[in-house]
């Protein structure tokens, strides 16, 4: 199983950026899908998760700013980010919760990151 995203770079400040995250490999379901970031210098933070239901949360940061979505025909979670400030910067990762069989016990999975700057 592999995870790869893409979508970020480089943003003027309340700019927008979409971020994708697909997997890829043997999968039988996907459980809840999350995107976190790390800003230099700082610890990891969790930004927002969807469950497979489609409830989602966010962290106080972020809300009404960022959606987060996800494709399951296309095993894929997105984060749409408007509105966007220079303290989003940070390295933007997706973690998945899947199963990889019938009766699987659920493993989480990281992928890696991407960068996102918000500058002018």
């Known amino acids: 199983v592999q995870l790869q995203a893409s979508g970020g770079g480089l943003v003027q400040p309340g700019g927008s950026l979409r971020l994708s995250c697909t997997v890829s490999g043997s999968v039988f379901s996907l459980n809840t899908m999350a995107w976190y970031r790390q800003a230099p210098g700082r610890q990891r933070e969790w930004v927002a998760s969807?469950?497979?239901?489609?409830?989602?949360n966010y962290v106080d940061s972020v809300k009404g700013r960022f959606t987060i979505s996800r494709d399951n025909a296309k095993n894929t979670v997105y984060l749409q980010m408007n509105s966007l400030k220079p303290e989003d910067t940070a390295v933007y990762s997706c973690?998945?919760?899947?199963?990889?069989?019938?009766?699987?016990?659920?493993?989480?999975?990281w992928g890696q990151g991407t960068q996102v700057t918000v500058s002018s």
């Open positions: 973690n998945v919760g899947l199963r990889r069989t019938v009766g699987s016990r659920v493993t989480t999975y």
């Open positions: 969807m469950v497979s239901g489609g409830a989602s």
